[in-house]
């Protein structure tokens, strides 16, 4: 994995995407291979969709949601035909990607064999950036992780020693997975940022809290450093695909992923695949809730909603409800999770604090569980602690389900996320994964 951080060293990954391999790029090819066999392909210009590949990632993600399943309830649940299934699942298991358990007895014929997928068969490497820490992890297919690595940021730091500081933390955590992550199964680097972004040139556009990034080409200047797949991602769009992925069958269905980051943004999962909108920044979520508050600004505007910094407000909030400070520094994480602490603990005045702070994140909440007309939001993300969460809980809970136009026809249900307070990161990672395997109908050219 130490050759990932040296430039100009060739790195091989199990395949750019499932279409590589099936319009004829070797398994296990190098980027290179595999992009001229898609290149080929492509300009054939015999099909509008590559129906084969596909069919392969329907396999996958019925396995995928399963955890373990038969070649018979794959076609069942999917609609191709037996001896598709079990071709394409001849193919997978060859290939590494899925791996049979244990025979299954049957009430008559055979013993079925389930199959599932190999977590060992692919990983990735997901960086999360935020004003005040970066995080990097590698994941599995499965996603557990394999490591983690964090450090400490200043949100006024110039670009230059920004980009070299996630570097150098890239290759600290490739170095810790060495050993455990064969190159032939890396896939690639998933990035998380605070949103806006330009996905389309990988460029930081101006987040709100880190104005010494405006118009950072990030992705064209990781892309000098790691000689293999890089994306960038909204942060909070990463978090939703992560949720999706890990979540499974918990999660196999229309949701809102609210973040709660330094600052609250929104991540959707709508109609089986991730919502981005035309500019890849569906989910701003601050906009939404200062509408949904009645708060404008001076210039007409929508305000920005100081709720919507949790770090920054739940502190204000105590002091201002009568929590005596013994704070490090007000809007600090450590002064958040003082207060949550506190609230925990049964302090009424950090009690309060947070549920003003969830009322107004649920009332943005509200907005688009109406507009929307979905019946699950997940919460998660690094200020969604243990401490804190049965107030988030049970505070946007109640706004979702009181006050919605269709109150009578459904009911909201607000889960904590399956994933770890490193949600975009490995969002991050899994963006990876669910670009390269997640059936969706992807015309050429």
């Not at 590949?53 to 396995?63: A, L």
């Not at 399963?66 to 001849?90: D, F, N």
């Not at 820490?133 to 730091?157: E, K, M, Q």
Request: charged letters at 20%; one cysteine or more; a neutral charge.
């Amino acid at each position: 994995m130490a050759a990932l951080g040296r430039p100009g060293t060739s790195v091989r990954w199990l395949r750019e995407s499932v279409a590589g391999l099936v319009r004829g790029a070797p398994e296990h090819a190098g980027a290179e291979q595999a992009g001229t066999a898609g290149q080929r392909a492509a300009s054939s210009g015999a099909n509008q969709l590559d129906l084969g590949s596909f069919n392969e990632c329907v396999v996958i993600e019925s396995v995928r949601l399963a955890g373990s399943t038969t070649r018979g309830e794959i076609a069942h649940r999917t609609g191709l035909t037996q001896q598709s299934v079990s071709r394409i699942a001849r193919s997978l298991i060859d290939r590494g990607i899925l791996v049979e358990d244990a025979q299954r007895r049957a009430t008559s014929g055979k013993p079925r064999t389930p199959v599932r997928l190999c977590g060992t068969a692919a990983h990735a490497l997901g960086l999360h950036i935020d004003p005040e820490v970066l995080t990097a992890v590698v994941i599995d297919l499965d996603g557990a992780i394999v490591c983690t690595a964090t450090r400490p940021v200043d949100a006024g730091t110039g670009p230059s020693e920004s980009v070299a500081q996630i570097v150098a933390l890239a290759r600290e955590a490739l170095e810790k997975a060495q050993g455990a992550v064969p190159e032939e199964g890396f896939l690639g680097i998933g990035v998380a940022v605070p949103g806006p972004v330009d996905i389309a040139s990988g460029t930081v556009l101006g987040p709100p809290l880190m104005s010494a990034w405006n118009d950072l080409p990030l992705l064209y200047l990781l892309k000098d450093h790691f000689p293999c797949p890089v994306t960038i991602e909204k942060d909070s769009l990463a978090a939703a695909a992560g949720e999706r992925w890990i979540g499974r069958d918990r999660r196999a269905r229309d949701f809102a992923y609210l973040y709660l980051g330094t600052g609250v943004g929104s991540g959707l999962y709508l109609n089986g695949d991730l919502y981005r909108g035309v500019s890849a920044n569906a989910g701003e979520f601050g906009q939404l809730c200062a509408i949904s508050l009645g708060r404008t600004a001076p210039d007409g505007r929508p305000a920005m909603v100081p709720e919507c910094n949790p770090p920054s407000s739940v502190p204000e909030f105590a002091t201002r409800a009568g929590l005596r400070p013994s704070l490090a520094a007000r809007g600090s994480t450590a002064a958040y999770q003082e207060v949550a602490r506190a609230a925990a603990a049964g302090d009424a005045a950090a009690a309060a604090a947070l549920r003003e702070v969830a009322g107004a994140v649920g009332r943005g909440a509200l907005g688009l569980v109406d507009l929307l007309d979905i019946d699950l939001i997940v919460l998660g993300g690094p200020f969604f602690t243990e401490d804190t969460a049965a107030f988030y809980l049970e505070e946007i809970h109640r706004v979702v389900n009181e006050f919605p136009t269709a109150r009578r026809l459904r009911r909201v249900e607000v889960e904590p996320s399956v994933l770890s307070a490193e949600a975009a990161a490995v969002g991050a990672a899994s963006t990876i994964f669910h670009a390269t395997f997640t059936p969706r109908l992807r015309p050429r050219g």
